[in-house]
């Protein structure tokens, strides 16, 4: 049986900093980003894919905050479904194309995954998710008065929307999934870590206006298919130790114990790789053979094992 693989896709990856993000660049990134992809596919991997969302749903919300006077506003929830759809749509497509392009025989679907959180999570009253456009301390705290945001400073200088974000607890739809990549159809699911909802007291579902993190998302669902490796493409070649100072230390490979005892001593940041090195664990734990944590393009030659960093139990 073919070996199946999870890859969380990171947000940034087809919005990425600096640009307006227009659908035009995000469509140009995807498909930049699918070049990646197509390496598993060629390899006979059985693939499913999710994103990230941070930066698109955080420009849906701001496009909520803009036009609220004239249209009614959508909760986060709903605009997290929203992106799933419309990144969703932009992978789907473009990875359809790919595989045509290669005369590849394979089926793309995108599934609208709904992610089970607890509605007593603690983050709830401590949003600690970055979401959405990057801006300067004074610009941050005019829009955070003006819509009420809570924000936070990601790097030096640069303020962001925080929002809460609920650890995983269960992945809807988590065995029509697995059928899928087990029959050889290339599924994205569980996009922007899953659209949070909870059972609420009569037993029905209900939606809660929060993000899940998409890496501890991928872990969970990596582990509900029983996928043999976790992929998670971020905007770095390698994990590093001392992240950005004169002592900085790329890891090319490491033990699952050695990832855990950095991770204890802090140095994987909470708002960036902290989640990606706690995902990694998590897989690991259950059952998965490897995860490897690069760049998109980096992928091909950590496939080789001449690039990213390799985490094994």
Known sequence: MPKSVMIALGGNALSPKGEAGTIHQQFAHTRESLDAIMHFVNLEYNICLTHGNGPQVGDELFRMELTHSDVPPLPLGVCVAETQGSIGYMIQQSLQNALKEETIDREVVTLITQTIVDSDDPSIKDPTKFIGQRFPKEEAEKLAQKFDWTIKEQNDGEWRQVVPSPLPQYIEHGRSIQTLVDNGIIVIASGGGGIPAYWNED?????????????????????????????????????CLNYGTENEEALTEVSASDAKQYLDEGHFQAGSMGPKIQAAL???????????????????DAINGNNGTIIRN
């Open 203 to 239: 037993g029905n579902l209900e939606g809660l206006d929060a993000v899940v993190d998409k890496d501890l998302s991928a872990a969970l669902l990596g582990r509900v298919i029983k996928a043999n490796e976790l992929w998670i493409i971020t905007d770095v070649d390698r994990v």
């Open 282 to 300: 998590y897989f690991l734990k259950y059952h998965g053979d490897k995860v490897v944590i690069t760049s998109i393009n980096g992928v091909k």
